[in-house]
């Protein structure tokens, strides 16, 4: 019968070779910047140490990305509220 054609379901690799698993690719794990240099910590008396962990837009830079661990993360988040609030920092960016 002309109907009972098969199709590929949708959202279904078809059975000619795409059923390969997906690999998974782990990268090197970042190293966080104050636990190998014991004499640095994060202070609100630094803005241009602190300035390197916010973006252009005026925010933190999320830990997945700084590659800080959590608590040296949330020192560093407090350091800059800190900062900003005595106007070491700017809350957001400037205007161009």
């Keep these: 019968m002309e ?12 059975q000619e070779g795409g059923n390969k698993p997906k690999r ?4 090197s794990r970042k190293a966080c910047r104050f636990c190998t240099d014991k004499e640095s910590k994060p202070n609100y008396k630094h ?11 005026g ?5 997945r990305i700084s590659g800080l661990c959590a ?3 949330r020192r560093l988040t407090t350091s800059i509220k800190q900062a900003r609030t005595m106007a070491l ?7 161009r």
Aim: glycine fraction near 2%; avoid cysteine; hydrophobic fraction near 35%.
């Design 59 to 63: 925010r933190i830079i999320p830990r």
């Design 71 to 73: 608590m040296h993360q």
């Design 89 to 95: 920092l700017p809350f957001t960016a400037t205007q």
């Design 3 to 14: 109907h009972e054609r098969e199709r590929p379901r949708m959202g279904h690799r078809s």
């Design 47 to 57: 803005p241009k140490m602190l300035a390197m962990y916010i973006s252009e837009r």
């Design 24 to 27: 998974k690719v782990f990268t």
